[in-house]
């Protein structure tokens, strides 16, 4: 489908509103532990961010200067918006600006999740804070992907409701996790400002991404302006949630008014996963440790935190084995403690396995992959685990320098489908078999005394290869051995090796 064809009007998923509840940047951050994690994971050191919105000003004292390695922290920036050739990056509305500072922000209150990150400023939001079409939007994330990003920020959305997963964007946005190793995380979008649609508006609806709502200003209840499930080919979206209701952020125009000043919005929750994956590229690649999407999308997942309530003030729920998120909050609200948790567990391989930990495998057709836990689960406790593959997209170059609009992308094959069931004693006991997604979860009571086995199960796998690239993640409690001791993976957070490093400019 062509989205200049249909001649939408897409608006930025954030909007500025007088703030009910106080829950400044300097709460929001360690509302998801976002703080711990800077520690135990970094603080987003030698990691690149692309802000695809309305531009940045990078001369705010929060985001100028160079980072901790001497090296300008603004690394590009061009401006894609046709019809005001005269701006060359240039945040005209503020809502860049926010974005940037919730990922970036070196203020020593204001904090943002990386602080001393770098990042890419491609300006594809016009003066009203919007996009007529999605080209724009296409040129600025193959700029953000051609200049070095390993993650983009995409706090924007079409405002008619088109989520199929099926646009140009979309495939774009699922290629760059497929075949260049870059996540990008979306927002769900916001109701009031999607035509009151209820539902996640596009490019939220991208397979490969990580799509993200919101909660309210004391961060316990997915915001009833959060657009939440179901896409319009029946997925699950968003895939969790953070904080977005009055979130204070950089100001854009600092030289004339208060340095920081505060919004509400979609747009707003999507930074803080934005810092959190910019986090966990640095501590990634200090460690030696997988930094592939799929890896990023099942641990962020797996420790988003259940202690959220959807709109109706219910418990964390899912919709059934074959839709295994909560409709509202997905897989939960994000935890930077328990993403630190889980991604320091290391991969581990199939076979005999720890309480906590994650694998980056391959599944084929008809074939299961195991994972059997080496010790008793805790009875009364609960077992996570997520499973995440990609949608396979390809590309034409059509021949300029670069990626950008005039590209090309298209579905190599058919989604493959996977499974992810739990065994005790070899009998089944849960299971997650999405029938469209390419995700898969589990959160399940341990009900008895049994060694339990999580098995990937290859249901139908199609393609050249005959194999499907997968990563899981898990979180259980083991019963603790004799006169030893153990920290509690996703309660206690202890016993993380502090070697992040907190650069604030103040």
């Not at 990922?103 to 300006?123: E, Q, V």
């Not at 959220?308 to 930077?336: C, I, N």
């Not at 057709?365 to 195991?370: L, P, T, W, Y």
């Amino acid at each position: 489908m062509s989205i200049t064809a249909i001649a939408l009007r897409a608006m930025a998923a954030g909007c500025l509103l007088a703030p009910t509840t106080v829950s400044a940047l300097d709460l929001s951050v360690p509302a998801i532990h976002g703080d711990i994690s800077r520690l135990a994971l970094g603080d987003g050191t030698g990691v690149i961010v692309g802000v695809v919105d309305s531009g940045v000003d990078d001369t705010h004292p929060a985001l100028a200067g160079f980072d901790s390695q001497g090296l300008p922290r603004l690394v590009a920036e061009a401006n894609f918006v046709a019809s005001e050739p005269g701006n060359t990056g240039d945040d005209v509305h503020g809502h860049g600006t926010w974005i940037a500072s919730v990922i970036g922000s070196s203020d020593a209150t204001h904090t943002g999740l990386a602080p001393d990150s770098r990042y890419i400023n491609a300006r594809v939001l016009d003066n009203n804070n919007g996009f007529p079409s999605d080209v724009q939007v296409r040129n600025g994330l193959g700029f953000a992907i051609d200049n070095g990003a390993d993650v983009v920020n995409l706090s924007l959305n079409y405002f008619a409701t088109t989520s199929g997963g099926n646009t140009q964007l979309e495939y774009m946005i699922d290629w760059a996790a497929d075949k260049q190793g870059v996540v990008c995380a979306i927002c769900t979008g916001n109701i009031g400002q999607g035509n009151g649609a209820t539902t996640v508006r596009g490019p939220g609806s991208a397979y490969n991404g990580i799509t993200v709502g919101k909660t309210d200003g004391r961060f316990l209840r997915v915001d009833n302006d959060s657009a939440t499930s179901y896409t319009q080919n029946g997925r699950m979206k968003p895939d969790v949630v953070a904080p977005g209701v009055s979130i204070t952020m950089a100001n854009d125009d600092w030289e004339t008014q208060s340095d920081f000043n505060t919004a509400s919005g979609c747009s707003f929750a999507t930074p803080h996963v934005a810092g959190l994956i910019a986090q966990q590229i640095e501590a990634g690649r200090r460690h030696g440790l997988s930094v592939d999407p799929k890896v990023i999308r099942a641990t962020v997942l797996n420790s988003a935190s259940k202690q959220v309530l959807d709109k109706q003030g219910q418990a964390w729920a899912t919709d059934g084995v074959t839709r295994p998120l909560d409709p509202d909050s997905g897989a939960g609200q994000v935890d930077g403690a328990n993403l630190a948790t889980q991604y320091l567990a290391r991969e581990q391989s199939p076979g005999i396995v720890a309480a906590v930990g994650w694998d980056l495998s391959e599944a084929v057709g008809g074939a299961s992959v195991d994972y059997t836990f080496d010790a008793p689960l805790v009875l009364g406790s609960h077992l996570t685990a997520t499973l995440a593959w990609s949608r396979h997209i390809g590309r034409i170059d059509r021949g300029r320098v670069g990626v950008d609009a005039s590209d090309s992308f298209f579905l190599e094959e058919a989604l493959d489908n996977l499974d992810l069931q739990l065994l005790a004693d070899g009998v089944l006991v849960a299971e997650s078999r999405s029938q469209l997604d390419n995700i898969e979860h589990l959160f399940t009571p341990i009900t008895a005394a049994a060694t339990y086995t999580l098995r990937v199960v290859g249901t139908s796998i199609t393609g050249a290869s005959l194999s499907e690239a997968f990563a899981i993640a898990w979180s259980a409690v083991a019963v603790p051995e004799p006169a030893s001791s153990i920290f509690v993976a996703f309660g206690l957070f202890a016993a993380l090796p502090l070697t992040g490093r907190r650069v604030v400019r103040g």
